[in-house]
Nanobody, 126 residues
């Protein structure tokens, strides 16, 4: 089993930046494709970013493209989400997720991720 622990959330003003971290334990981190998702109150969980095992590929939806950057450090078993130019609509609980893959993959259907963290709150004020 794999445990994921997010950190780095907080309260920032619009236009500010945050860097989220997700530390993994209990698995071979380099064998997992990783993703970030978010869920605002009363809304569905939304895909934010994905990264392949060796960081060769990343993918973002249009809502965050150009503002957010996903990265990973396999030596530290950690995936990051750098969030710049934050907007109030970015306010949500942010979750990281992992899926074991035996081939290189980037985009993983949400329901196929094997493990999820508990989330970290990001609040962006106007």
């Amino acid at each position: 089993q794999v445990q994921l622990a997010e950190s780095g959330g907080g309260l920032v003003q619009a236009g500010g930046s945050l860097r989220l971290s997700c530390a993994a334990s209990g698995g071979t981190f380099r064998m997992y494709a990783m993703g970030w998702f978010r869920q605002a109150p009363g809304k569905e969980r939304e895909f934010v970013a994905a990264i392949s095992r060796s960081s060769s590929n990343t993918y973002y939806p249009d809502s965050v493209k150009g503002r957010f950057t996903i990265s990973r450090d396999n030596a530290k078993n950690t995936v990051y989400l750098q969030m710049n130019s934050l907007k109030p609509e970015d306010t949500a609980v942010y979750y990281c997720a992992a899926k074991w893959v035996n081939i290189a993959r980037t985009v993983i259907p949400q329901n196929e991720y094997d493990y999820w963290g508990q989330g970290t709150q990001v609040t962006v004020s106007s």
